[in-house]
């Protein structure tokens, strides 16, 4: 296992974990990496680390460059498992080696591992020096847990900025420039979607500090290193996403059917976003993993739900997937709940309360649109002329 220089004297030595497809209850068809970084310097220092199960592949990686024991300095940047699984190792061959942290990391690994390690707190807008270098702390807290924080080599112009920024990729390569960077960055929309989006409100406060600083390479702790001729966009993105700018002529109809009415319901709905040059997506929970449906929902502004009613309720899948919506809270979102029924037609008036209560989704709903049994064609046709005129209207407003 070889080390990869990023920049004089700075190396990855993390791991990539070609298996895992499923993190936290969302996909990574194209696996992960987790990042580690080394610095060679006075003080020798590594930033961040791996999972317990991949921590040979790093130290192997450590060792092409030094013998691990004379790692001097440990800088901990998030306690989560998948960034600190090597630590318990690493401090029985390193035990008395300082580790940086703020407080919320200090007690998070104590919680975690039970030790008390030779920990150091830091705040935001502390540095210490290793040498000819200075490595500075920008604590950010909820992107996406409470200790997270980020840290900034001056000299080097280099934010090893843990979870932000970051993608679920596995990959020989290490470099955003190395890939087409339609994949990359449609896995930094993914990751943002699914882990990061609650959080923007933080997240913009975290790019208003990223904007204070000569920033020529972003290291963040999963996927691929961002370099000077792709940090502008990736930096872009996180702008629209943490401000919720969302595409008016971008719709998503989200369904599951039982005998096929709530998905004759579902194409009629696409074919009438259509019509009006609003690009949409038909997507059937059956089919569709809600993981891979909130990359989607982070730009678009029409998002259509439907259900036929089971049991006097919605059925299992979509209430699922619209739990796992409010955890994520995208905001100024146009909402619209449908469903056929048989008889108590109970399914559309839950969803319109889950998607449009200002304690659950708090979308701005259009009015519901609900058919019994099998719509006939006259029904789809004139639900199709009801939701035109309701969309026209809501673009006006826009």
């Given at each position: 296992m070889k080390a990869i220089k990023l920049s004089e004297g700075i190396y990855w030595v993390g791991a990539i974990d070609w298996d895992l497809r499923n993190f936290h209850g969302y996909l990574t068809q194209r696996g992960s990496t987790y990042n580690a970084y080394l610095i060679i310097d006075e003080k020798i220092t590594l930033i961040d680390n791996v999972k317990s199960y991949l921590y040979d592949e790093m130290i192997a990686r450590i060792s092409d460059i030094i013998e691990p024991s004379k790692i001097d300095i440990l800088i901990q940047n998030h306690v989560e498992m998948d960034h600190s699984g090597g630590l318990p190792q690493l401090l029985k061959l390193i035990p008395n080696t300082e580790l940086y942290t703020n407080a919320a990391g200090i007690k998070g690994l104590k919680l975690h591992y039970k030790q008390d390690w030779n920990f150091k707190e830091i705040k935001s807008g502390d540095s210490i020096s290793i040498g000819k270098r200075t490595l500075s702390f920008l604590t950010t807290p909820m992107v996406?847990?409470?200790?997270?924080?980020?840290?900034?080599?001056?000299?080097?112009?280099?934010?090893?900025?843990?979870?932000?920024?970051?993608?679920?990729?596995?990959?020989?390569?290490?470099?955003?420039s190395e890939l087409p960077i339609g994949i990359v960055l449609e896995e930094a929309k993914k990751y943002y979607a699914n882990i990061v989006l609650p959080y923007s409100k933080q997240v913009q406060k975290v790019l208003d500090a990223a904007a204070t600083l000569s920033i020529k390479m972003i290291c963040p702790s999963h996927g691929l290193i961002w370099t000077e001729e792709n940090i502008p966009?990736?930096?872009?993105?996180?702008?629209?996403?943490?401000?919720?700018?969302?595409?008016?002529?971008?719709?998503?109809?989200?369904?599951?059917?039982?005998?096929?009415?709530?998905?004759?319901?579902?194409?009629?709905?696409?074919?009438?976003?259509?019509?009006?040059?609003?690009?949409?997506?038909?997507?059937?929970?059956?089919?569709?993993?809600?993981?891979?449906?909130?990359?989607?929902?982070?730009?678009?502004?029409?998002?259509?739900?439907?259900?036929?009613?089971?049991?006097?309720?919605?059925?299992?899948?979509?209430?699922?997937?619209?739990?796992?919506?409010?955890?994520?809270?995208?905001?100024?979102?146009?909402?619209?709940?449908?469903?056929?029924?048989?008889?108590?037609?109970?399914?559309?008036?839950?969803?319109?309360?889950?998607?449009?209560?200002?304690?659950?989704?708090?979308?701005?709903?259009?009015?519901?649109?609900?058919?019994?049994?099998?719509?006939?064609?006259?029904?789809?046709?004139?639900?199709?002329?009801?939701?035109?005129?309701?969309?026209?209207?809501?673009?006006?407003?826009?």
């Open positions: 996406h847990w409470p200790d997270n924080q980020f840290t900034y080599c001056p000299e080097d112009g280099i934010l090893f900025s843990n979870d932000g920024f970051g993608q679920h990729i596995a990959s020989s390569e290490r470099l955003a966009l990736i930096l872009a993105e996180y702008k629209n996403w943490a401000y919720s700018v969302s595409d008016k002529h971008s719709a998503l109809v989200i369904y599951d059917t039982m005998w096929k009415s709530t998905q004759m319901m579902a194409h009629a709905i696409h074919e009438t976003f259509e019509k009006l040059g609003i690009h949409s997506k038909l997507l059937n929970l059956q089919a569709t993993h809600i993981s891979d449906i909130m990359t989607d929902i982070i730009s678009a502004k029409f998002i259509a739900v439907g259900s036929p009613t089971l049991n006097s309720s919605i059925l299992p899948t979509v209430a699922a997937f619209i739990y796992y919506l409010k955890g994520l809270s995208p905001k100024d979102r146009i909402g619209l709940a449908f469903g056929s029924y048989g008889w108590g037609g109970q399914s559309i008036p839950i969803l319109q309360q889950l998607m449009g209560d200002p304690k659950e989704c708090g979308f701005d709903m259009l009015e519901p649109l609900k058919l019994q049994y099998i719509p006939s064609a006259e029904d789809l046709a004139t639900m199709k002329e009801n939701l035109e005129q309701q969309i026209k209207t809501k673009l006006e407003e826009q």
